[in-house]
């Protein structure tokens, strides 16, 4: 399973960016997938995730500013970031789960927000 991110770049505060990730495969077959940041230094940490279902999960730093959603024609997740703040920026990854517990990571892409 590959998984393509894409849609990173540098963005002024308050300003938005949305973040792609393309699966190689239908990704109704994912239990859950998410997008996690690395900022220089720092352990990297989960955003956002959704389920097969549709359910999300936001860390409370981005909750009213991201939005993840799913498209399972076109087996991509997205990550609409809104009022983007110098504190986002980071080196974003996409992640995914399959039914079986095999976790799936796509290369980084870079976040950058400028105050």
């Known amino acids: 399973v590959q998984l393509q991110a894409s849609g990173g770049g540098l963005v002024q505060a308050g300003g938005s960016l949305r973040l792609s990730c393309a699966a190689s495969r239908g990704i109704f077959s994912f239990n859950h997938m998410g997008w996690y940041r690395q900022a220089p230094g720092k352990q990297r940490d989960l955003v956002a995730s959704?389920?097969?279902?549709?359910?999300?999960n936001y860390v409370d730093s981005v909750k009213g500013r991201f939005t993840i959603s799913r498209d399972n024609a076109k087996n991509t997740v997205y990550l609409q970031m809104n009022s983007l703040r110098p504190e986002d920026t980071a080196v974003y990854y996409c992640?995914?789960?399959?039914?079986?517990?095999?976790?799936?990571w796509g290369k980084g892409t870079q976040v950058t927000v400028s105050s």
């Open positions: 992640n995914a789960d399959s039914l079986l517990g095999t976790s799936y």
């Open positions: 959704i389920t097969r279902s549709g359910g999300t």
